[in-house]
């Protein structure tokens, strides 16, 4: 079995749990025999992905004709109609009424009126009677009043058009992705132009001598992809998506498994060329990054990649519910999957001194609403009331850091909570380590994986109730993120405790190491197998 | 003649408020009476109230060939007096018929064997002063904590006069012998043990309203005829279980009571069979053997050992500092009889049964019968009151001294 897999990160490429995920995800499914073939916006050659294939959408090549004259052709020349195939005289003098004019503006237009004629006859393919004759193949998507497939003969002469040097389909695909679409809706109809784009292109056939004498000139072209979520990231997202339409053309794969949004307009795109039935893994939904204010952009390709999937795949129960209540997936489609511990986290470890003696509580983690820190702080202002001794350590950085900063000097709080920035590699190891307590207050977590990797580093934890790993966890105390007075207690408790800190490290460690990939992956693949019978 | 010998157990512990490490040195307010007289008037309105009258009526409709056995726990009993005066009057009278026996144990269902042999003494003189006082009789047989056995609390009890005690037919412990014969523990003298024939006694307790059991619907007549099928050299047959098997754990619709209602005259139907209380089988049976318990052995979980209240390290340490503090407590205890009293409660051994994490994850019957979320919960709330328990006997042990006297 051979899966498209599209994800945003891989390792060591990664900005939080996102690549992580998906690395153990990957390592997972290769223990379960599937055979995997991973998409990333940008590949870096670094990453670690011996277990399977990987792909950068920068990677993927576009070829473009262009007819180039014997003698008299210049740069600069107009390479329009040049590429017109013999014997065929123009393509728009074989079709009919509106058809016809449509390709004509398509030959003849502004980039711009280019698009539009193509936008209209995707459309016009959604009635049968302006193709008289000529049936489109059913989708395996199709809804009444939504658009078809173009008819065959139709799709054919584009692609002459295309192979003519007329547009490329990556310029074809930018401008068409230069208009979000703001429903779900709409994510479908841009899909199915990137589909069209791309089908026509691929089946293009190899140009003829033209009428005068000249040749072809293949020119290879390669998306611009930045990688990460900065600049245009809505541009970057149908970049992607263009690409993966390209490989999808022309890989051979059962099933296709889409991580997060940002991944699911190339997954409609893939679904679309392929006739395969889609996987979305949601890791994090809107919802969980915004509370009750969502970007409704973000949520309509949300809404888009759930609708079209055959199986949604969720982190925990917790996100599963908010699936449910916020975005109506059906419960039967729902599948919990975990996440676990790779091996290399699993055996993490740090041996070095310890510089301060004084107890260490970290919040480690995003400073931002969803990951709680204000209630980190406030809890620490109760603490340090009994034992003024304790040091509470926030690591990382966001939105919320300078409000921290400053709410830390409000409580009193000055001599007691350290900011450290944003941590990464070995620092972040350093500093579990050196901590006596971790603690996830976040408001809404899908997951979290962070818990365990302090308790693979022999550190106790607490974590919210509203968090996924608080469904998976038994040697971990649980508290309601609001409730700080309990956060306070806990913490003092293991502080002061020692039988109750022995009990959540020793247990921690074991539970841990049964966490593994491997399980995960199987029932991953048991998901691929129900929707593939 | 092989008797059936019932005995139920009668249990509810003190539970503890939430106390969090910031009421330690502001709150002496340590249990939660709301809950602990919610509980208790549910538990007897849905199993006391009604299978007492049941009893009472099978006591009544066989003139005396149907008998049983009760152990209540001395918190039990304070909870009765608090909020349900009834059910405790409804036990006198089953008390009051003479076909009724009532045990001793623990007054407050502790572990105190192990944590401290002069204090399970106390407990136990306590409990039997105290059932001689409300039922009549003092009790002859005993029953430890969670039917805890070994050949040195077997030695305790025959020590301070009892004449039988009563221990879980565990196989590790039998082995090949027959858990319905009369033994003798392993360095006594006079006493002798009565095994609980788990699996007949499980039938009933676990399996009644099991769908999915292949026995099921269990009835009065099919559980007969297991009977009535046992070997005849078999003296008794012990069923030993929780009374809120009965209406709790088996609810009344799963049809529990009508079983128990037509048991009685489902067995004598075969003159080889009748009923008697514990004390009965001790004094007309000489053992059959010598039984060696060097371990401890209960009747909890599959392991029928202490690993339920004793098992991790959170238990161990929370078991250790209860009988710490007792100690500490021993010097002011004649000043403060209140003092002992709620040191007492924190002895009962719910209090580390609710800090086993072995099951935790699986969600069985010790998340089913705790009121806290998770195991450490129980023992950061447990810790907690003990450690301003300690601060008050400290407070007491060292009364400041007024600045005058200096």
């Known amino acids: 079995m051979k899966v498209l897999m599209l994800g945003w990160e891989f390792p060591p490429h990664i900005s939080g749990g996102l690549g992580t995920a998906c690395h153990g995800l990957t390592v997972g499914l290769a223990h379960a025999g599937v055979e995997v073939l991973f998409v990333v916006p940008r590949a870096y050659g670094d990453e670690s992905a011996a277990h399977m294939r990987l792909l950068g959408a920068n990677q993927v090549r576009f070829l473009?004709?262009?007819?180039?004259?014997?003698?008299?052709?210049?740069?600069?020349?107009?390479?329009?109609?040049?590429?017109?195939?013999?014997?065929?005289?123009?393509?728009?003098?074989?079709?009919?009424?509106?058809?016809?004019?449509?390709?004509?503006?398509?030959?003849?237009?502004?980039?711009?009126?280019?698009?539009?004629?193509?936008?209209?006859?995707?459309?016009?393919?959604?009635?049968?009677?302006?193709?008289?004759?000529?049936?489109?193949?059913?989708?395996?998507?199709?809804?009444?009043?939504?658009?078809?497939?173009?008819?065959?003969?139709?799709?054919?002469?584009?692609?002459?058009?295309?192979?003519?040097?007329?547009?490329?389909?990556?310029?074809?695909?930018?401008?068409?992705?230069?208009?979000?679409?703001?429903?779900?809706?709409?994510?479908?109809?841009?899909?199915?132009?990137?589909?069209?784009?791309?089908?026509?292109?691929?089946?293009?056939?190899?140009?003829?001598?033209?009428?005068?004498?000249?040749?072809?000139?293949?020119?290879?072209?390669?998306?611009?992809?930045?990688?990460?979520?900065?600049?245009?990231?809505?541009?970057?997202?149908?970049?992607?998506?263009?690409?993966?339409?390209?490989?999808?053309?022309?890989?051979?794969?059962?099933?296709?498994?889409?991580?997060?949004?940002?991944?699911?307009?190339?997954?409609?795109?893939?679904?679309?060329?392929?006739?395969?039935?889609?996987?979305?893994?949601?890791?994090?939904?809107?919802?969980?990054?915004?509370?009750?204010?969502?970007?409704?952009?973000?949520?309509?390709?949300?809404?888009?990649?759930?609708?079209?999937?055959?199986?949604?795949?969720?982190?925990?129960?917790?996100?599963?519910?908010?699936?449910?209540?916020?975005?109506?997936?059906?419960?039967?489609?729902?599948?919990?999957?975990?996440?676990?511990?790779?091996?290399?986290?699993q055996r993490a470890q740090w041996h070095g001194e310890r510089n301060i003696t004084d107890p260490i509580v970290l919040f480690l983690g995003r400073v931002t609403f969803q990951k709680g820190p204000d209630y980190f702080l406030e809890a620490a202002a109760r603490v340090i009331k009994l034992r003024p001794d304790v040091l509470f350590v926030v690591s990382g950085s966001g939105d919320m850091l300078p409000a921290m900063v400053e709410r830390s000097a409000r409580l009193g709080l000055v001599r007691n909570v350290v900011f450290t920035g944003f941590l990464r590699g070995k620092s972040v190891e350093r500093m579990y380590s050196m901590a006596d307590l971790y603690v996830m207050p976040s408001v809404s977590e899908p997951f979290g994986i962070t818990p365990l990797e302090a308790m693979a580093l022999d550190v106790p934890v607490i974590v919210s109730r509203q968090s996924g790993v608080s469904e998976i966890l038994t040697h971990a105390l649980k508290v309601?993120?609001?409730?700080?007075?309990?956060?306070?207690?806990?913490?003092?408790?293991?502080?002061?405790?020692?039988?109750?800190?022995?009990?959540?490290?020793?247990?921690?460690?074991?539970?841990?190491?049964?966490?593994?990939?491997?399980?995960?992956?199987?029932?991953?693949?048991?998901?691929?197998?129900?929707?593939?019978? | 003649m092989t008797s059936l010998v019932f005995y139920f157990q009668v249990h509810q512990p003190f539970r503890l408020r939430r106390y969090t490490f910031f009421d330690i040195g502001a709150s002496d307010d340590y249990f939660d009476d709301a809950e602990n007289e919610r509980i208790l008037r549910r538990v007897a309105e849905k199993c006391y109230l009604p299978m007492n009258a049941v009893l009472l009526r099978l006591v009544e409709k066989h003139q005396g060939k149907f008998r049983c056995a009760f152990s209540v726990s001395g918190t039990a009993l304070d909870q009765m007096e608090a909020w349900s005066p009834e059910t405790l009057n409804s036990f006198r009278r089953l008390a009051r018929t003479g076909c009724v026996e009532f045990l001793c144990e623990t007054s407050h269902h502790s572990l105190s064997f192990l944590g401290n042999e002069d204090e399970f003494r106390q407990q136990v003189e306590a409990q039997a002063q105290r059932v001689e006082q409300l039922f009549g009789r003092r009790p002859t047989s005993f029953r430890n904590t969670e039917l805890i056995v070994s050949n040195r609390v077997a030695k305790l009890a025959e020590e301070m006069g009892f004449a039988a005690i009563m221990a879980e037919g565990a196989d590790h412990l039998i082995g090949w012998r027959s858990p319905h014969r009369v033994y003798r523990p392993e360095g006594c003298d006079t006493i002798k043990v009565l095994l609980r024939s788990y699996k007949l006694s499980d039938d009933i307790a676990f399996r009644f309203s099991n769908r999915g059991w292949s026995e099921w619907p269990l009835t009065a007549e099919k559980f007969a005829t297991w009977v009535h099928g046992l070997p005849e050299e078999d003296r008794f047959v012990g069923l030993f279980m929780d009374y809120e098997t009965f209406g709790e754990h088996q609810w009344a619709d799963t049809g529990v009571f009508q079983f128990m209602?037509?048991?009685?005259?489902?067995?004598?139907?075969?003159?080889?069979?009748?009923?008697?209380?514990?004390?009965?089988?001790?004094?007309?049976?000489?053992?059959?053997?010598?039984?060696?318990?060097?371990?401890?052995?209960?009747?909890?979980?599959?392991?029928?050992?202490?690993?339920?209240?004793?098992?991790?390290?959170?238990?161990?340490?929370?078991?250790?500092?209860?009988?710490?503090?007792?100690?500490?407590?021993?010097?002011?205890?004649?000043?403060?009889?209140?003092?002992?009293?709620?040191?007492?409660?924190?002895?009962?051994?719910?209090?580390?049964?609710?800090?086993?994490?072995?099951?935790?994850?699986?969600?069985?019957?010790?998340?089913?019968?705790?009121?806290?979320?998770?195991?450490?919960?129980?023992?950061?709330?447990?810790?907690?009151?003990?450690?301003?328990?300690?601060?008050?006997?400290?407070?007491?042990?060292?009364?400041?001294?007024?600045?005058?006297?200096?």
């Open chain 1, 64 to 345: 473009r004709r262009v007819f180039v004259p014997a003698a008299d052709a210049g740069p600069g020349g107009d390479t329009f109609g040049g590429g017109v195939v013999a014997g065929e005289g123009s393509i728009a003098a074989t079709l009919r009424g509106e058809l016809a004019e449509d390709l004509e503006r398509l030959e003849a237009g502004s980039a711009e009126v280019r698009y539009l004629a193509l936008e209209r006859l995707m459309a016009g393919a959604a009635t049968e009677s302006s193709f008289t004759g000529v049936r489109g193949a059913s989708s395996p998507y199709d809804d009444p009043g939504q658009p078809r497939d173009l008819p065959a003969d139709v799709r054919d002469r584009l692609a002459q058009w295309f192979t003519s040097g007329g547009s490329t389909v990556l310029q074809l695909g930018e401008r068409a992705l230069q208009k979000v679409p703001t429903d779900a809706a709409g994510w479908r109809v841009l899909s199915r132009a990137i589909r069209d784009a791309v089908l026509a292109h691929s089946r293009a056939p190899a140009p003829s001598p033209g009428p005068k004498s000249g040749r072809f000139e293949v020119i290879e072209e390669r998306l611009d992809m930045a990688g990460g979520y900065g600049g245009d990231l809505y541009a970057e997202v149908a970049r992607y998506a263009l690409a993966v339409g390209e490989i999808a053309a022309n890989e051979q794969f059962d099933v296709i498994h889409a991580h997060d949004w940002i991944t699911f307009p190339a997954a409609a795109v893939a679904a679309e060329i392929s006739g395969k039935k889609v996987v979305a893994h949601v890791h994090a939904s809107e919802y969980d990054r915004s509370g009750d204010h969502p970007n409704l952009s973000v949520k309509a390709i949300e809404q888009l990649g759930l609708d079209i999937a055959s199986r949604v795949v969720c982190v925990s129960h917790y996100t599963a519910s908010i699936l449910k209540r916020r975005y109506r997936v059906d419960p039967a489609k729902l599948r919990v999957v975990h996440n676990a511990v790779t091996q290399e986290e």
């Open chain 1, 480 to 533: 309601d993120f609001w409730d700080v007075e309990e956060l306070a207690n806990k913490i003092l408790a293991v502080l002061e405790y020692p039988a109750l800190r022995a009990s959540l490290v020793e247990s921690g460690r074991d539970e841990v190491r049964r966490m593994r990939w491997e399980l995960r992956g199987e029932l991953v693949r048991d998901v691929y197998q129900e929707i593939l019978k």
């Open chain 2, 261 to 406: 209602e037509h048991l009685p005259e489902a067995i004598l139907k075969n003159p080889r069979f009748r009923f008697e209380t514990p004390s009965e089988v001790a004094a007309s049976t000489d053992p059959i053997a010598r039984l060696d318990i060097p371990h401890p052995v209960s009747w909890a979980d599959a392991e029928r050992d202490l690993t339920a209240w004793l098992g991790n390290a959170m238990q161990r340490a929370a078991h250790d500092e209860v009988y710490n503090l007792g100690r500490e407590l021993a010097q002011v205890a004649a000043a403060r009889p209140d003092l002992v009293a709620a040191w007492r409660r924190l002895t009962t051994s719910d209090h580390f049964y609710y800090m086993c994490v072995k099951f935790f994850s699986d969600g069985d019957v010790h998340k089913y019968f705790s009121p806290y979320a998770s195991p450490h919960d129980a023992y950061i709330t447990t810790m907690n009151v003990v450690n301003d328990f300690r601060r008050r006997i400290a407070a007491l042990a060292q009364p400041v001294v007024p600045a005058a006297s200096r």
